[in-house]
T-cell receptor, first 116, second 116 residues
Framework: AQKVTQAQTEISVVEKEDVTLDCVYE???????LFWYKQPPSGELVFLIR??????QNEISGRYSWNFQKSTSSFNFTITASQVVDSAVYFC?????????????FGTGTQLKVEL | DTGVSQDPRHKITKRGQNVTFRCDPI?????LYWYRQTLGQGPEFLTY????????KSRLLSDRFSAERPKGSFSTLEIQRTEQGDSAMYLC??????????????FGPGTRLTVT
């Protein structure tokens, strides 16, 4: 069975600090997909990134970057120069390619608070 | 291009009543998913459709829950004889599935159900 662990329940930083959100996953599939979603106080889940298991290149998008390491089953998310608008709950999720309709298994989320 | 919409956004009902939620996916998306999110947790998969066919249901979906997607467009989720434990945010997501390749899921704003 697939599982996603986000050990950090809550992180508080001061604006402009860098912050890394950890995600560790478990799966028996050799092909799978990893995702990060942001859930601001309004409640709507916002898609941030999708990563295929066969592509271990790290990715940067503006202030966001993702570090995918198959060897440690981790898919960490770093926000550089954090801003107050980054305050939200961030979810890491996993879907397997074999059956299951690509349903998502989510972690419990990390609440990020960015203060002035 | 409009996103996923859900109606109603909030629903308060008394224990034992039936409730029905509606989800309108992104128009070209052929897959539609329902998730449930309780406070402090990540969303949990309930069921999904490919076009009008319901292909998988989670064990979380008791006999009191039923979902439909007539004509492969909008979907409804009905809960009969509601219980206080049904209080949660019900999230709908849609995605495109083409040629054995799936893409990211986009979520609606959710319907928050409170059972009193």
């Amino acid at each position: 069975a697939q599982k996603v662990t986000q050990a950090q329940t809550e992180i508080s930083v001061v604006e402009k600090e860098d912050v890394t959100l950890d995600c560790v996953y478990e799966t028996r599939d050799t092909t799978y997909y990893l995702f990060w979603y942001k859930q601001p106080p309004s409640g709507e889940l916002v898609f941030l990134i999708r990563r295929n298991s066969f592509d271990e290149q790290n990715e940067i998008s503006g202030r966001y970057s993702w570090n995918f390491q198959k060897s440690t089953s981790s898919f960490n998310f770093t926000i550089t120069a954090s801003q107050v608008v980054d305050s939200a709950v961030y979810f890491c999720a996993l879907s397997e390619s074999t059956g299951g309709g690509n349903k998502l298994t989510f972690g419990t989320g990390t609440q990020l608070k960015v203060e002035l | 291009d409009t996103g996923v919409s859900q109606d109603p956004r909030h629903k308060i009902t008394k224990r034992g009543q039936n409730v029905t939620f509606r989800c309108d996916p992104i128009s070209e998306h052929n897959r539609l998913y329902w998730y449930r999110q309780t406070l402090g947790q990540g969303p949990e998969f309930l069921t999904y459709f490919q076009n009008e066919a319901q292909l998988e249901k989670s064990r979380l979906l008791s006999d009191r829950f039923s979902a439909e997607r007539p004509k492969g467009s909008f979907s409804t989720l009905e809960i009969q004889r509601t219980e206080q434990g049904d209080s949660a945010m019900y999230l709908c997501a849609s995605s495109l599935w083409q040629g054995f390749k799936g893409y990211e899921q986009y979520f609606g704003p959710g319907t928050r159900l409170t059972v009193t």
